[in-house]
Each structure stands twice: as C-alpha cells, then as structure tokens.
C-alpha cells in the first residue's frame, strides 16, 4: 500500500492551501482516512479525520472552522482544504489510512491509522 501526500508549500497568513491523499496498491476496505502533522521538535499532531462510511469528519480544535476534510470521488483522494492558515499550522503534514476494525474508538491517535505516506511540507510565512 502507498500513500502519496502532495500539495504543500509557502502560503502567507490568512492564506489558503489544499493538500491531497492517493491510496494505491489496497484492495480491502478502508474505514478512514487522517491528516496529521508535526512541527520541528514536536509529536505528531491529528488535524483531521474522514470516515467513509458515513462521510462524517472530526477535526483537532485548533483547525476547526478553517480546514476541511473532503473526499474527492472523481478520484478517490482525500483533500484537506485549509484556510485562514497560521504560522502555527507550519508542520509537515502526513496522510494515514485505516484498513482494519479496532476494538476501541480512536481516531485521533497515531497508531489507530496503519499505513502512512511520506508527508508534505507547509510553512506559512509572510
């Protein structure tokens, strides 16, 4: 399974960037996708959270009503649309996809994802 992040880059303040997620090489069922991200000498941090099927979406408190999760059926990726961007969200952003059931309701943790992509980084910067 590959995992294939794209879309980071230089935005200033108050700017907008839209990153994407393509799932290659799975056939089984995926129960959700993440974004996480982690800044320079910090753990990695959930953004947010795409459930298939139910189409529902979490985020972290500190992105919600500015980022959003979204699943592209033209192509199956799952985009993270961010706005009103901050120095704050300055990390390297990293996809996650869910392939097996877990006993217990964790989406915001790291290990509940099992296969990651390579990250992308976003800096935001006047």
């Known amino acids: 399974v590959q995992l294939q992040a794209s879309g980071g880059g230089l935005v200033q303040p108050g700017g907008s960037l839209t990153l994407s997620c393509a799932a290659s090489?799975?056939?089984?069922?995926?129960?959700?996708t993440a974004w996480f991200r982690q800044a320079p000498g910090k753990g990695r941090e959930f953004v947010a959270r795409?459930?298939?099927?139910?189409?529902?979406?979490i985020y972290a408190d500190s992105v919600k009503g500015r980022f959003t999760i979204s699943k592209d059926n033209s192509d199956n990726t799952i985009s993270l649309r961010m706005n009103s961007m901050r120095p704050e969200d300055s990390a390297v952003y990293y996809c996650?996809?869910?392939?097996?059931?877990?006993?217990?309701?964790?989406?915001?943790?790291?290990?509940?994802?099992?296969?990651w992509g390579q990250g992308t980084q976003v800096t935001v910067s006047s």
């Open positions: 795409f459930t298939y099927h139910d189409s529902s979406t």
């Open positions: 090489g799975h056939t089984g069922s995926t129960y959700g």
């Open positions: 996650g996809i869910q392939t097996r059931k877990r006993g217990a309701y964790e989406p915001k943790e790291f290990h509940y994802y099992d296969y």
